[in-house]
């Protein structure tokens, strides 16, 4: 099976701290994602890396950077925390098949709270 | 811009009945779409998908339909259980050069009572 680890399950921070969020996976997955999960919207994609040091913009990636230095490693980092980042973060991995679509595998989340 | 649409936000169905949630889509280059499963404070889980080259996939009790002409695809549960109560998203990929990302629609709370 599958496991996508996610560091925090909760989270208490202050406005304009520097906050990181810290994500592994343990079956050599290529791809990486982070999104955010809000009430009504869904999942919206923040960033995604395809391979190691890669990494790509997704919908909303406005706050947000990321990190991945290690393969099965991914960081999202908010620079300067805001209220408005308040939400709940989900990391998933992906293995890459050619000629074959495959799932994303999600942690279970951090639940974030900005003060 | 939502490219994923679920316009039901909930729905309540008996035990032993059939769930059936909706789901439409704008992208014509979507070609892979998926249906996952939450539980309050948990991940996404992976449930079902289907290929563009494919009108249905089962698995179990879940069935997923897809219409392209229609850009609308269905997740049948049959028959429901108290313990599929839970948040539905379907999901969309175009595989070209996506790397697998994902567009996600709003979710439908499913409610299954005994």
């Known amino acids: 099976d599958v496991k996508v680890t996610q560091s925090s399950r909760y989270l208490v921070k202050r406005t304009g701290e520097k906050v990181f969020l810290e994500c592994v996976q343990d079956?050599?997955?290529?791809?990486m994602f982070w999104y955010r999960q809000d009430p009504g919207l869904g999942l919206r994609l923040i960033y995604f890396s395809y391979d190691v040091k890669m990494k790509e913009k997704g919908d909303i990636p406005e706050g947000y950077s990321v990190s991945r230095e290690k393969k099965e490693r991914f960081s999202l980092i908010l620079e300067s925390a805001s209220t408005n980042q308040t939400s709940m973060y989900l990391c998933?991995?992906?293995?890459?098949?050619?000629?074959?679509?495959?799932?994303?595998?999600f942690g279970d989340g951090t639940r974030l709270s900005i003060l | 811009d939502q490219q994923v649409k679920q316009n039901s936000p909930s729905l309540s169905v008996q035990e032993g009945r059939i769930s059936i949630l909706n789901c439409d889509y704008t992208n014509s280059m979507f070609d892979y779409f998926l249906w996952y499963k939450k539980y309050p404070a948990e991940g996404p889980t992976f449930l079902i998908s289907?290929?563009?080259?494919?009108d249905k996939n089962e698995d179990g009790r879940f069935t997923v339909f897809l219409n392209k002409s229609a850009k609308h695809l269905s997740l049948h549960i049959v028959p429901s259980q108290p313990g599929d109560s839970a948040v539905y998203f379907c999901a969309a990929s175009d595989g070209g050069t996506s790397y697998g990302k994902l567009t996600f629609g709003q979710g439908t709370i499913l409610t299954v009572h005994p």
């Open positions: 079956m050599d997955h290529e791809n």
């Open positions: 998933a991995s992906r293995i890459v098949q050619v000629y074959s679509n495959q799932p994303q595998h």
């Open positions: 289907i290929s563009s080259i494919k």
